[in-house]
């Protein structure tokens, strides 16, 4: 008895792999509407099956996000949208998110929201001071004082800028 040969899809993976991140960078972080998820460098991975199918590894900012299943069903639809039937999104927490992951355009879009983007770490430390000392996202100015370490959400501090005097956020370095 002979065995047939596995059947191999004629689809173009590279042009399966560049719709699906086109699809999921329409996906906007809940908390911060100007930014995808993508410039938020939540995506660790997305990979086409032979069939056609999309598997992502989605890097949630942190643990205990409240927006973790809103944004899971959302990249889910977003894949759907674009014609993926076969659809598979995994929280993933190693390699664990680091706000060094944020794009220099999601730093820009951030710091255009009114948010102080976080400082690049490079794989060091949060120093207290860095979180005290950030420059203003309205003025430039590094003359602000930390109001609140608690923001709005956890990965948020409350600062005044003492040569603007506005008061703002930023988005803490993790």
Same mark, same amino acid.
């Given at each position: 008895?002979?065995?047939?040969? &596995?059947?191999?899809?004629?689809?173009?993976?590279?042009?399966?792999?560049?719709?699906?991140?086109?699809?999921? *960078?329409?996906?906007?972080? &809940? $908390?911060?509407?100007?930014?995808?998820?993508?410039?938020?460098?939540?995506?660790?991975?997305?990979?086409?099956?032979?069939?056609? +199918?999309?598997?992502?590894?989605?890097?949630?900012?942190? *643990?205990?996000?409240?927006?973790?299943?809103?944004?899971? $069903?959302? #990249? =889910?639809? *977003?894949?759907?949208?674009?014609? @993926?039937?076969?659809?598979?999104?995994?929280?993933?927490?190693?390699?664990?998110?680091?706000?060094?992951?944020?794009? $220099? =355009? +999601?730093?820009?879009?951030?710091?255009? @929201?009114? /948010?102080?983007?976080?400082?690049?770490?490079?794989?060091? @430390?949060?120093? /207290? $001071?860095?979180?005290?000392?950030?420059?203003?996202?309205?003025?430039?100015?590094?003359?602000?004082?930390?109001?609140?370490?608690?923001?709005?959400?956890?990965?948020?501090? #409350?600062?005044?800028?003492?040569?603007?005097?506005?008061?703002?956020?930023?988005?803490?370095?993790?």
């Amino acid at each position: 008895m002979a065995h047939s040969q &596995p059947q191999v899809s004629n689809h173009d993976r590279s042009a399966d792999l560049g719709r699906a991140w086109d699809a999921i *960078a329409t996906v906007r972080d &809940p $908390e911060i509407p100007p930014l995808s998820i993508v410039e938020m460098g939540m995506i660790d991975r997305v990979d086409i099956s032979d069939a056609g +199918g999309a598997h992502v590894r989605f890097m949630p900012t942190f *643990a205990g996000c409240p927006a973790l299943l809103v944004i899971r $069903e959302q #990249i =889910e639809a *977003a894949l759907r949208a674009a014609g @993926f039937s076969d659809v598979c999104v995994e929280s993933v927490f190693d390699p664990p998110w680091t706000s060094d992951r944020v794009t $220099e =355009e +999601g730093r820009r879009k951030l710091k255009a @929201f009114g /948010l102080a983007p976080p400082q690049k770490l490079d794989g060091g @430390f949060v120093s /207290l $001071e860095s979180l005290r000392k950030v420059a203003c996202p309205y003025c430039g100015s590094r003359e602000t004082v930390m109001e609140s370490p608690f923001g709005p959400t956890l990965c948020r501090a #409350i600062h005044y800028c003492n040569s603007c005097r506005q008061s703002f956020e930023q988005f803490k370095p993790v």
